[in-house]
């Protein structure tokens, strides 16, 4: 034991103490949360330059409801209630005469426009968008444009749209129009919190109103910080250990440690990092929310699990690259397998939706309980309002613990067979047969 933290107080010292270390600390939560910085910097750099729409209403009835709307809603939104500032642009609409039987001439010439930069796009209320009946090609209106992938007047201009196609149907339909207000009126859903009574006063608490983002942020913002700790802490050992075999600064450890001690020393050093980087983001992200008086979404119950799964996940992870590290000639070789070595943190990001849609579906238990995957889905949906059933989290430890020990003793074998060989790296095979027999 004394010769394990020996190296892993070498190793841990040699790295805190880099510029890259230090830079390391500021650059990696900007990187992964830059796109939530960049919103907030961008997010009153509105476009409000006027965008022209145009109409081809084949019912010759709709077009003037659906402007109608249409303005209606562009002067509720079109200046912040507070600031009194233009913060969308204003949309402004022009009819187009159906001119004959050739539908699709029509709209070449329309889009001709929409290319030129005369409109911005144009509408096709079909014939049958008044009564469609059951036929769904028949409900929907055709919105043309050459916009990107984010265009945000698709989604504005669906409540128009439809405001003005159900104004017309009631008008048909003999309904005063002084009622379209009250007909029309849409419900807002809050969403509550759960009802819940102390245990001490027998109180039944207050339900209150909760942010949409809420369930999402929190969870999502743990998992970030997890996944980016475990990158940031066992990514560099796979580089590290295959750099000191090729300086043959290995050789001279070997000379007061075994193997296996010098493995897992590196492996304790890399802890020691993440868990010093994980007290001052959690300490940073605590005071930044206790200053914006958001402190009451800080989930502390959930604190000792997050540092069990980073110290598991770490562990695994630097293992793992010690056992790659060595068996690669090059650190060339080691940085092509960095995907591989990083694969059980970016798959569980990559299914990060599905898995906050249904947190306690079948997918996300089954995934959630693979202890590749357990630490970041685990942890995302112990953080999601309804919590996880009480035995998942223990099963999920002891499936890490086990997975923790398994991966160790092979990555072991792996280090102390491969850590001195030189020349032609190992296959796969060998890797295999070395972590099997040793």
């Known amino acids: 034991m004394r010769r394990i933290l020996l190296v892993a107080r070498r190793d841990y010292l040699a790295s805190v103490r880099t510029k890259a270390f230090l830079i390391g600390l500021v650059v990696a939560p900007l990187l992964f949360g830059g796109?939530?910085?960049?919103?907030?910097?961008?997010?009153?750099?509105?476009d409000t330059k006027e965008k022209k729409i145009a109409i081809l209403d084949r019912t010759g009835l709709a077009a003037a409801a659906v402007i109608q709307a249409a303005r209606e809603k562009n002067a509720r939104d079109l200046f912040d209630k507070v600031?009194?500032?233009?913060?969308m642009p204003q949309y402004v609409f022009e009819t187009t005469a159906v001119?004959?039987?050739?539908?699709?001439?029509?709209?070449?010439?329309?889009?001709?426009?929409?290319?030129?930069?005369?409109?911005?796009a144009f509408l096709e209320i079909g014939p049958d968008a008044l009564h469609p009946g059951k036929d769904e090609a028949a409900r929907q209106v055709g919105y043309y444009t050459n916009a990107g992938g984010i265009d945000e007047m698709r989604r504005w201009l669906q409540d128009p749209v439809n405001e003005g196609l159900r104004k017309v149907r009631l008008s048909q339909l003999g309904v005063d129009p002084s009622h379209f207000a009250d007909v029309l009126a849409a419900v807002p859903l809050e969403r509550m919190s759960l009802l819940a009574r102390d245990e001490k006063t027998g109180e039944v608490g207050a339900a209150r109103k909760k942010s949409d983002l809420e369930g999402f942020i929190v969870p999502f913002a743990l998992v970030l910080l997890l996944g980016m700790l475990v990158m940031v802490g066992s990514a560099p050992m796979?580089?590290?250990?295959t750099e000191d075999k090729t300086n043959?600064?290995?050789?001279?450890?070997?000379?007061?440690?075994t193997p296996f001690e010098l493995m897992m020393g590196k492996v304790v050093a890399a802890i020691g990092l993440s868990l010093t980087s994980s007290a001052l983001y959690v300490l940073g992200g605590a005071l930044t929310l206790q200053a914006m008086g958001m402190m009451g979404m800080v989930p502390f119950e959930l604190l000792p699990w997050f540092y069990v799964y980073l110290v598991a996940d770490?562990?695994?992870?630097?293992?793992?690259?010690?056992?790659?590290?060595?068996?690669?000639?090059?650190?060339?070789?080691?940085?092509s397998l960095g995907v591989l070595l990083l694969s059980p943190v970016m798959i569980p990001f990559m299914i990060?939706?599905?898995?906050?849609?249904q947190p306690n579906g079948l997918l996300a238990t089954t995934l959630s309980l693979f202890p590749p995957f357990t630490p970041l889905l685990m942890l995302l949906r112990q953080s999601m309002p309804g919590g996880v059933p009480g035995w998942q989290p223990w099963a999920g430890l002891t499936g890490i613990a086990g997975w923790t020990i398994l991966t160790s003793f092979a990555a072991a074998r792996i280090f102390r067979v491969a850590i001195l060989m030189q020349g032609k790296p190992p296959k796969a095979s060998d890797l295999l047969r070395w972590a099997i027999r040793g």
């Open 35 to 46: 796109s939530a910085i960049g919103m907030a910097l961008f997010k009153d750099k509105a």
């Open 314 to 335: 770490v562990t695994i992870l630097c293992a793992f690259a010690a056992a790659l590290g060595a068996s690669c000639s090059t650190p060339q070789e080691a940085q």
């Open 352 to 357: 990060t939706v599905p898995i906050l849609k």
């Open 248 to 257: 043959r600064v290995v050789e001279m450890l070997l000379s007061v440690a």
């Open 99 to 120: 001119q004959g039987s050739d539908p699709d001439a029509e709209r070449l010439a329309l889009s001709g426009q929409v290319r030129r930069g005369e409109l911005f």
């Open 238 to 241: 796979l580089t590290a250990v």
């Open 83 to 87: 600031t009194g500032i233009q913060t």
